[in-house]
Every structure is written in C-alpha cells, then in structure tokens.
Nanobody, 116 residues
Framework: QVQLVESGGGLVQPGGSLRLSCAVS????????MGWYRQAPGKQRDLVAH???????NYADSVKGRFTISRDNAENTVYLQMNSLKPEDTAVYYC??????????WGQGTQVTVAS
C-alpha cells in the first residue's frame, strides 16, 4: 500500500522559515517525479515545486528563490524548505507524484499558516 505522510507545518511569522517533509513509500519513490502542492481556502490545489528521481527541480514563479525542494533517496523522503514566508503562502501542503498526481495518494497534508 502506497503511503505519503506530510509533516512539518505550523504557524510562522512573515519572513520566517519552515521545512516540510514527505515520507514516501519505497515502491514509488525511486520511480516518480515528486511534487509539493498546496491548497489555500477556497482555491484549487496548485503545484509548488517538483523534483525528478535524478534531482532536477522546478518551481512555481510565486515561490522561486524562496522555496527549495530536495529528496533523500536513502530515507525515501521529499523535503520543502520554505524561507521568506509570506501570508499568501498560507495553505495546506501536500505531496504527490508529478505529473498526474494519483488521487489515492493524497494524504492529510500539513497546514502552514503565515501570520503575525
């Protein structure tokens, strides 16, 4: 059974930092490009960043230069380092494969709230 478990969210002031983690089942980790997505209240879920099995990364324009996605192949974990956080980064953050995220893989996500 495939599992993706997100963690690391919380409440942070504008300008602060958080590091999100996504533990991924070994069965899919080495095969797929993995992405971090986020969904703000009342909005659709959007791709934030993704990373290939070989480590090539790509970012949404809104987070470029502030967020860094990485993966630890030994730990089957994908990370999202978020710096210079803004109130508009407030959302529930999820990980899933990219492209074509699998509906069965969506976990509970981790809440990130940026507020003073």
């Amino acid at each position: 059974q495939v599992q993706l478990v997100e963690s690391g969210g919380g409440l942070v002031q504008p300008g602060g930092s958080l590091r999100l983690s996504c533990a991924v089942s070994r069965s899919i980790f080495s095969i797929f490009t993995m992405g971090w997505y986020r969904q703000a209240p009342g909005k659709q879920r959007d791709l934030v960043a993704h990373i290939t099995p070989g480590g090539i990364t790509n970012y949404a324009d809104s987070v470029k230069g502030r967020f860094t996605i990485s993966r630890d192949n030994a730990e089957n974990t994908v990370y999202l380092q978020m710096n210079s956080l803004k109130p508009e980064d407030t959302a529930v953050y999820y990980c899933n494969k990219h492209p074509f995220p699998n509906q069965r893989f969506w976990g509970q996500g981790t809440q990130v709230t940026v507020a003073s």
